[in-house]
T-cell receptor, first 114, second 114 residues
Framework: DAGVIQSPRHEVTEMGQEVTLRCKPI?????LFWYRQTMMRGLELLIY????????DSGMPEDRFSAKMPNASFSTLKIQPSEPRDSAVYFC????????????FGAGTRLSVL | DAKTTQPTSMDCAEGRAANLPCNHS???????VYWYRQIHSQGPQYIIH???NNETNEMASLIITEDRKSSTLILPHATLRDTAVYYC???????????????FGTGTQLKVEL
């Protein structure tokens, strides 16, 4: 398997623009997680899905952030409008239900909002 | 979840064993100890986990004290590629329902040197 695939790897945008980050989980994994990592706050869980259904979005910073999982092989994290403080590395991870807490991470998307 | 305490940083000579400690004195009986690492500019990577018995896999060994209040991750022959931040996480391994939230602390920055 190719692992968790995230795109784009790097994104540079201007404040106020919409940003969409994409994730393809490992086939057969029914949990998908979105994390954000910054120097100040470390690695934070934003939201996670089970069988395409959002289970816990308590980590989503505010209404400007939204995440969807229209099918088992694709998820998006959208920021609209983006702000400079959203600059971070965003990671997607997936795991199979039988080995919870063993999560497989993608390479991340480095977002810079100018 | 039980809180974990790890040293901020450690150094290790290449070829030597790297022993990374983790204190989790408030661990509950049903909580596992998980170890992840994050090499610079990459997503976190699962290493190993255990409940109370020592565990070994192709990457590392995990030694958990009898009272389970602390553990040590051992990389038997550290290489330069093992330079990374190592995270110790304590979490229940629930096989049903939600609750897959891993909390990554600040971890230990391991630097392997020649």
């Amino acid at each position: 398997d190719a692992g968790v695939i995230q795109s784009p790897r790097h994104e540079v945008t201007e404040m106020g623009q919409e940003v969409t980050l994409r994730c393809k989980p490992i086939s057969g994994h029914d949990y998908l997680f979105w994390y954000r990592q910054t120097m100040m706050r470390g690695l934070e869980l934003l939201i996670y899905f089970n069988n395409n259904v959002p289970i816990d979005d308590s980590g989503m910073p505010e209404d400007r952030f939204s995440a969807k999982m229209p099918n088992a092989s694709f998820s998006t994290l959208k920021i609209q409008p983006s702000e400079p403080r959203d600059s971070a590395v965003y990671f997607c991870a997936s795991s199979p239900s039988e080995t919870k807490n063993i999560q497989y991470f993608g390479a991340g998307t480095r977002l810079s909002v100018l | 979840d039980a809180k974990t305490t790890q040293p901020t940083s450690m150094d290790c000579a290449e070829g030597r064993a790297a022993n990374l400690p983790c204190n989790h004195s408030t661990i509950s009986g049903n909580e596992y100890v998980y170890w992840y690492r994050q090499i610079h500019s990459q997503g976190p990577q699962y290493i190993i986990h255990g409940l109370k018995n020592n565990e070994t896999n192709e990457m590392a060994s995990l030694i958990i004290t009898e009272d389970r209040k602390s553990s040590t991750l051992i990389l038997p022959h550290a290489t330069l590629r093992d330079t990374a931040v190592y995270y110790c996480i304590v979490r229940v391994a629930v096989l049903t329902g939600g609750g897959n939230k891993l909390t990554f602390g600040t971890g230990t920055q391991l630097k392997v040197e020649l």
